[in-house]
């Protein structure tokens, strides 16, 4: 069954609220360096993901330099470090490096732009950039679009013949992100087959707030269960 991941918390209410609907991982955007609606500070994130309930995934999504990026993994200390910019294969490597040892495993997102059909990556051809990712070191990948003003939470989908093409070419949890709903996550399952799926402001009432009905719905249309009346 297709794990769930629910992105951009923000409070105590949305961290219970998400766990209640089903959520396997709840996600964290931490001082990312480009301004989107759901960035905390460390402290925050730190805060949060020491509420988040037992036997459920804590992501901080982050971005920048790798001393930076090091800085708020020891200090909000979730499961994963979720590697969120432009970082290199080389910087990528010095993250996991750092965090040899503290059992804060890294994921890496390869932004693919929805005009172009680029990578914003070394390498800009997506399934190429995939296999050299997977070879990084790194536990999944994560699939998510970009656009020519939002760095992440785009609300806008990816090709996702080019996500199965990479769940099936590459040894590696493939996580499959970009304008997720619940209109067409039971479909994007259906054709990518991912690993997990990751979604933000589809389940939100508005920017920075979950919508605890989407929620449930998301999380049912992704793992196929049929929601109650």
């Known amino acids: 069954m297709v794990r769930v991941k629910i992105c951009g918390m923000m409070s105590t209410r949305d961290v219970l609220l998400a766990q209640d609907a089903g959520a396997d991982g709840l996600g964290f955007v931490t001082e990312y360096p480009v301004s989107v609606p759901w960035n905390l500070s460390r402290e925050q994130a730190g805060e949060l993901v020491r509420k988040a309930p037992p036997f459920v995934t804590t992501v901080a999504v982050v971005g920048g330099p790798p001393g930076r990026m090091l800085g708020i993994a020891l200090a909000v200390r979730p499961t994963i470090l979720q590697l969120h910019g432009d970082e290199t294969l080389e910087e990528i490597r010095e993250v996991i490096s750092g965090l040899e040892g503290t059992g804060i495993g890294v994921i890496k997102a390869l932004r693919v732009n929805v005009d172009t059909g680029l990578a914003c990556f070394e390498e800009t051809d997506p399934i190429k950039a995939g296999k050299a990712l997977a070879e990084s070191g790194i536990r999944a990948l994560v699939v998510d679009s970009r656009t020519s003003s939002m760095p992440a939470g ?32 039971t479909e994007a399952v259906r054709k ?38």
């Open 154 to 185: 785009t609300g806008v989908s990816l090709d996702w013949n080019m996500a199965a093409a990479m769940v099936k070419d590459l040894d590696l949890p493939v996580i499959l992100a970009g304008g997720l709903c619940v209109g067409n996550v």
């Open 192 to 229: 990518v087959k991912p690993y997990a799926v990751d979604v933000i402001t589809g389940v939100e009432g508005k920017p920075g707030t979950k919508d605890p009905v989407k929620m449930r719905e998301f999380v049912a249309a992704a793992k196929g269960i049929k929601s109650g009346k």
